[in-house]
């Protein structure tokens, strides 16, 4: 571990290091100088290693981006300030060094908004990289930044940022140079590689203990839809159908366990796996009782904050789902994409979801699901879900749930549904086609539980 360590330090000190002959965006000071000039100010005002380090690196992202990278004209790298965040994490700098790097453009932001003199003290390249960094923050984004729990250090930081482009450093004694951050900077990723092995450990044990921990335990169940939100970077989820059990033509089936994994690994995005056992118990007519097993993997994406995430208005999703073939059972792949709407109010919340595909068996497939829910306050709060799908020529679903969440903590929530279903099913008898109607009836019962596996992402505003 501590090898990569070391190499990372050595990577971020030769991008520094060819950086002291490059000037600081129309600043008359060198990169490396800003730098080194930066990460001093915190250190003599008594900051935590993260924040020395922060300071130090705070610019990064204009010397790591790609060539290809999007440029603000003359005045660096667009989006350098999450670029050199998402370099930081990376190399394995703690997520507190990546946050604080991330936060330095939006505390400009910040600082105009609020401080309108703030402005004047600005250098006319920071006035017009501001321009293109969206400007003074709005209201909105003012009080989500505030929320931020690295929120007064990013300011800080910004006020180090301001005063490190002194063109002599005054001294009385010299500036340190880059070397004497090696051991500071090595001892910060080992430890962060050592707090993420442990976070896996103990998560590994809490899925066992299912022990409440922070997380929002999102997963949809007990419906066919799911709601417009999407894992937290960092946040693994799982949901798990306890038992499932469903009668057909006379044979007891049980679904069981329904599980479904789920992960935040990139903004905005959940990957989910879903994996369904599926166990007849009845005579089966004399068939051999085999289980099947059903997954598929899925790719969740937030296109707009909504009521869901705190914000107003609708929130807005889509999923692309791999319906892969089941095992034991004769079918193909299939896939579906699904657009989903959701709005909260304090009455309750609304999740449209219309989804197109086509199935494992080959066919064209259209399902339509609406799931409305009682007041999220509530501890227990009702839910019911009325589903429609006609997978063409073979077989149309109607249905409709009514069950109960129980939010036992934030990040554990229980689910209770009761389902009626009537199936119209086409097949094709002696070139007839032929219509039969059955009426089917299912309890779910299951839980879904949420962790952070690492530091949550800073929520800071986008400012393209
Ligand atoms: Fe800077």
């Given at each position: 571990m501590s090898d990569k360590a070391a190499n990372a330090v050595e990577r971020v000190f030769a991008l520094l290091k060819n950086a002291e002959n490059q000037d600081y965006i129309g600043e008359p000071i060198s990169q490396l100088a800003h730098a080194l000039q930066c990460g001093e100010f915190a250190a003599q005002s008594g900051a935590s290693d993260d924040e020395v380090i922060a300071a130090l690196l705070h610019d990064i992202g204009h010397l790591c981006a790609a060539e290809n990278a999007a440029k603000m004209g003359g005045f660096g790298i667009d989006s350098h300030h999450r670029i050199g965040g998402d370099f930081a994490r990376e190399l394995g700098f703690s997520e507190c060094v990546g946050a604080l790097i991330e936060g330095h453009v939006e505390a400009k932001r910040y600082l105009v908004a609020k401080h309108p003199k703030y402005l004047n003290e600005l250098s006319d390249a920071s006035k017009e990289t501001l321009k293109r960094q969206g400007g003074p923050m709005s209201d909105e984004e003012l009080q989500q930044f505030e929320s931020h729990p690295q929120f007064k250090t990013m300011l800080k930081l910004r006020t180090w940022d301001d005063r490190a482009k002194l063109i002599e450093w005054p001294g009385p004694k010299p500036l340190p140079n880059l070397e004497s951050y090696r051991a500071m900077m090595i001892k910060n990723i080992s430890e962060s590689f050592q707090r993420a092995g442990a976070r896996w450990g103990i998560a590994a044990v809490a899925a066992l203990a299912i022990v409440a921990h922070a997380g929002n335990a999102e997963a949809y169940r007990p419906f066919e839809g799911t709601a417009a939100t999407v894992n937290n970077r960092g946040e693994f989820g799982l949901a798990m159908g306890t038992g499932e059990t469903f009668d057909r033509a006379g044979n007891g089936f049980i679904l069981a366990p329904f599980i479904q994994f789920s992960f935040g690994i990139l903004p905005r995005t959940s990957f989910n796996l879903g994996v369904r056992d599926s166990i007849p118990v009845g005579p089966m007519g004399g068939r051999r009782r085999v289980p099947t097993v059903r997954s598929a993997l899925a790719l969740k994406y937030l296109f707009r904050d909504g009521t869901l995430q705190g914000k107003t208005g609708l929130s807005i999703g889509g999923e692309i789902d791999a319906l892969l073939p089941d095992v034991n059972a004769r079918n193909w792949a299939g896939g579906c994409g699904t657009f989903i709407v959701s709005n909260r109010w304090t009455w309750g919340t609304i999740h449209l979801n219309q989804t197109a595909g086509y199935t494992r068996l080959h066919n064209f497939d259209l399902q339509t699901a609406a799931i409305l829910e009682g007041?999220?306050?509530?501890?227990v709060r009702p839910v019911g879900e009325l589903y429609f799908e006609q997978e063409f020529e073979r077989v149309t679903t109607t249905a409709a749930l009514v069950g109960a969440l129980w939010r036992v903590a934030p990040s554990f929530v229980i689910d209770l549904g009761l389902r009626g279903i009537r199936l119209d099913a086409q097949s094709i008898n002696e070139g007839r086609v032929a219509f039969t109607t059955q009426y089917i009836t299912e309890a779910r019962i299951g839980f879904s539980w949420s962790t952070q596996m690492w530091e949550p992402a800073p929520k800071v505003t986008a400012s393209r």
């Open positions: 007041p999220i306050r509530w501890a």
